[in-house]
């Protein structure tokens, strides 16, 4: 859906962006908006529920919710989290999903989000600039790409704990097969279960929670060699490359947000 600039409305009056900062373990209490939301992170990890639903988003990922969709989050990471509201009215939420989506947040949208930050700040000193960077927050919004979930949950009794052992930092060195051992499962009935139950292969699961550690530990301020080795890696560029497939951007470029 597009808005021309000559039609009879601004985007400024529909699309509103908000910025917060929260300390670990600080709670946005449950609430529900008559617009859409756009939840994101610029720098920590946000833990969100909505409805029975729990969704993680690190820096990478966001959370769309639509309107009237009740929710609440909290702030999982030692340091300071950069925290993104973007509110957007009921007309323009039409072409958006009718259901909670992750999406994934790309460089360019995470410059055009900070651009607007900055012009905001400044006292948004051209309109006609002001709502050619909402135009591009808008475009950019409807065609990321989506996800159910970036790191989904099951509380099946035998995936549950296969799970735990994926996202436990102090296995990420052990291969995929070596941890599925130790359980009294074939690894072929867990690769199938996995799929039932996250719509997810399991080795992309681990892959995923390898994601969000790394970023934790970037953020707080280990070697990319370091980060590299607690994940399994014996060589920096193999992290790297790693790191870039899942998140767009370098391990240096995360750093430094």
Same mark, same amino acid.
């Given at each position: 859906?597009?808005?021309?600039?000559?039609?009879?409305?601004?985007?400024? #009056?529909?699309?509103?962006?908000?910025?917060?900062?929260?300390?670990?373990?600080?709670?946005?209490?449950?609430?529900?908006?008559?617009?859409?939301? +756009?939840?994101?992170?610029?720098?920590?990890?946000? *833990?969100?529920?909505?409805?029975?639903? =729990?969704?993680?988003?690190?820096?990478?990922?966001?959370?769309?919710?639509?309107?009237?969709?009740? &929710?609440?989050? !909290?702030?999982?990471?030692?340091?300071?989290? &950069?925290? %993104?509201?973007?509110?957007?009215?009921?007309?323009?939420?039409?072409?958006?999903?009718?259901? =909670?989506?992750?999406?994934?947040?790309?460089?360019?949208?995470?410059?055009?989000?900070?651009?607007?930050?900055?012009?905001?700040?400044?006292?948004?000193?051209?309109?006609?600039? @002001?709502?050619?960077?909402?135009?591009?927050?808008?475009?950019?919004?409807?065609? /990321?790409?989506?996800?159910? &979930?970036?790191?989904?949950?099951?509380?099946?009794?035998?995936?549950?704990? %296969?799970?735990?052992?994926? /996202?436990?930092? =102090? @296995?990420?060195?052990?291969?995929? &097969?070596? %941890?599925?051992? !130790? +359980?009294?499962? !074939?690894?072929?009935?867990?690769?199938?279960?996995?799929?039932?139950?996250?719509?997810?292969?399991?080795?992309?699961?681990?892959?995923?929670?390898? $994601?969000?550690?790394?970023?934790?530990?970037?953020?707080?301020?280990? /070697?990319?060699?370091?980060?590299?080795? *607690?994940?399994? @890696?014996?060589? #920096? /560029? #193999?992290?790297?490359?790693? +790191?870039?497939?899942? !998140?767009?951007?370098?391990?240096?470029? $995360?750093?430094?947000?």
């Amino acid at each position: 859906m597009q808005f021309e600039s000559n039609q009879n409305f601004q985007l400024n #009056s529909m699309i509103s962006i908000e910025e917060f900062f929260y300390r670990k373990d600080e709670i946005v209490t449950p609430h529900s908006n008559l617009w859409g939301d +756009f939840n994101l992170s610029l720098n920590g990890t946000l *833990e969100l529920k909505v409805a029975d639903q =729990t969704y993680l988003s690190p820096p990478s990922y966001g959370l769309w919710i639509p309107p009237q969709t009740e &929710h609440c989050c !909290t702030a999982v990471d030692d340091q300071l989290t &950069h925290y %993104i509201c973007i509110r957007i009215h009921p007309d323009l939420c039409e072409a958006l999903a009718q259901e =909670t989506k992750t999406l994934n947040i790309r460089p360019f949208l995470r410059q055009t989000i900070e651009e607007i930050l900055d012009q905001q700040k400044q006292g948004i000193p051209s309109n006609r600039y @002001y709502e050619h960077l909402l135009q591009l927050l808008l475009d950019q919004i409807q065609n /990321s790409s989506c996800y159910e &979930h970036y790191l989904p949950q099951s509380n099946h009794p035998i995936l549950k704990p %296969i799970l735990q052992d994926l /996202s436990n930092p =102090t @296995y990420f060195a052990k291969s995929l &097969h070596e %941890i599925l051992n !130790t +359980f009294q499962i !074939t690894e072929r009935h867990a690769l199938r279960l996995c799929q039932e139950q996250l719509k997810l292969p399991l080795s992309e699961w681990r892959n995923r929670a390898k $994601v969000i550690y790394a970023i934790s530990l970037l953020q707080r301020g280990y /070697s990319v060699k370091k980060i590299g080795l *607690e994940l399994g @890696y014996q060589h #920096s /560029s #193999s992290f790297i490359e790693f +790191f870039k497939r899942y !998140t767009g951007q370098t391990p240096a470029q $995360v750093r430094n947000i």
